[in-house]
């Protein structure tokens, strides 16, 4: 359990921000410069920048104009890495998020050190709560610092969705969407695939800066319409609103956002 009590968002988040990109390859250049935009203003605030990711397409999404750039604009010993959902295999199974970024992202930057990702504790996969208690402790660890913190405040969140609108680990109808104390939690009837995994909650979401879900594709079509137009479905995905000064983005391709009727954003010059 989370060492203090989640503090109830009190102003009106912000609505959504959507940025729609002609193709996945403009996508992941925008992407990059809004990371290098959070990552300096985080390391200006606490010389450091605090990152959580998912599995799934982001990755790759995300590497492509990050690693090999030459310009030195990524700052890579600044960034602290978590992960906003881990399934319950070892790191080195394919099913894991951990080797997923490892493969797409994490291996190509020599810059960054292993000690900077932040992993589960695979000898507790028997034990998911103990797991999930475990990796709490580690964002603890990274957040309960110098300044008294209620709740973790992630500096950037990366998240895909799901077809049934799931983002992290949180999916629709599971009592997972109600936590309201634990930081991270453990699914063990994830209707995904591998069933047992590890989810941050929305004491998490809804306190960071900044949070993006990232996704490409027609096959989103139809879950970003509903998530961005149909608020009332409660769909775990349009539930993540960060309490100001927090803001949620959702950087998709046009093939992406063909169906939405929510209204585009012009993506700012960074
Ligand atoms: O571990 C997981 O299963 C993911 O973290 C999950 O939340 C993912 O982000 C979405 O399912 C979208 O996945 P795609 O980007 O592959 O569609």
Request: proline letters at 10%.
């Given at each position: 359990?989370?060492?203090?009590?989640?503090?109830?968002?009190?102003?009106?988040p912000s609505?959504?921000?959507?940025?729609?990109?002609?193709?996945?390859?403009?996508?992941?250049?925008?992407?990059?410069?809004?990371?290098?935009?959070?990552?300096?203003?985080?390391i200006?605030?606490?010389?450091?920048?605090?990152?959580?990711?998912s599995?799934?397409?982001?990755?790759?999404?995300?590497?492509?104009?990050?690693?090999?750039?030459?310009?030195?604009a990524?700052?890579?010993?600044?960034?602290?890495?978590?992960?906003?959902?881990?399934?319950?295999?070892?790191?080195d199974?394919?099913d894991?998020?951990?080797?997923?970024?490892?493969?797409?992202f994490?291996?190509?930057?020599?810059?960054?050190?292993?000690?900077?990702?932040?992993?589960?504790?695979?000898?507790?996969?028997d034990?998911?709560e103990?797991?999930?208690?475990?990796?709490?402790k580690?964002?603890?660890?990274?957040?309960?610092?110098?300044?008294?913190?209620?709740?973790?405040?992630?500096?950037?969140?990366?998240?895909?969705?799901?077809?049934?609108g799931?983002?992290?680990?949180?999916f629709p109808?599971?009592?997972?969407?109600?936590?309201?104390?634990?930081?991270?939690?453990?699914?063990?009837?994830?209707?995904?695939?591998?069933?047992?995994?590890?989810?941050?909650?929305?004491?998490?979401?809804?306190?960071?800066?900044?949070?993006?879900?990232?996704?490409?594709?027609?096959?989103?079509?139809?879950?970003?319409?509903?998530?961005?137009?149909?608020?009332?479905?409660?769909?775990?995905?349009?539930?993540?609103?960060p309490?100001?000064?927090?803001?949620?983005?959702?950087?998709?391709?046009?093939?992406?956002?063909?169906?939405?009727?929510?209204p585009?954003a012009?993506?700012p010059?960074?």
């Amino acid at each position: 359990m989370a060492p203090f009590a989640p503090d109830a968002p009190t102003k009106t988040p912000s609505p959504p921000t959507l940025y729609s990109f002609p193709d996945a390859d403009d996508l992941s250049k925008s992407l990059a410069a809004f990371v290098i935009k959070a990552q300096n203003e985080a390391i200006e605030r606490r010389n450091k920048f605090t990152l959580a990711t998912s599995g799934g397409s982001l990755p790759k999404m995300l590497a492509k104009d990050l690693i090999n750039r030459t310009d030195g604009a990524v700052r890579w010993d600044k960034w602290e890495i978590f992960f906003a959902d881990e399934r319950l295999v070892p790191l080195d199974h394919e099913d894991s998020n951990y080797y997923l970024c490892d493969k797409e992202f994490f291996s190509k930057v020599p810059e960054l050190k292993r000690e900077q990702i932040h992993t589960i504790d695979t000898s507790l996969l028997d034990d998911p709560e103990e797991l999930s208690d475990a990796y709490e402790k580690e964002l603890v660890g990274a957040f309960a610092g110098k300044e008294s913190v209620r709740n973790p405040v992630f500096d950037l969140i990366l998240l895909g969705m799901g077809p049934d609108g799931h983002c992290c680990s949180l999916f629709p109808s599971h009592p997972l969407l109600e936590e309201k104390d634990r930081w991270v939690a453990p699914i063990e009837d994830s209707p995904k695939p591998p069933s047992k995994r590890i989810t941050i909650t929305y004491p998490v979401l809804n306190h960071a800066h900044r949070i993006a879900f990232v996704m490409a594709g027609e096959g989103k079509q139809e879950s970003l319409a509903k998530a961005l137009d149909q608020p009332e479905l409660k769909l775990p995905a349009s539930r993540v609103k960060p309490a100001p000064p927090g803001d949620v983005y959702w950087f998709a391709d046009d093939a992406a956002t063909k169906q939405t009727k929510y209204p585009r954003a012009e993506f700012p010059k960074l």
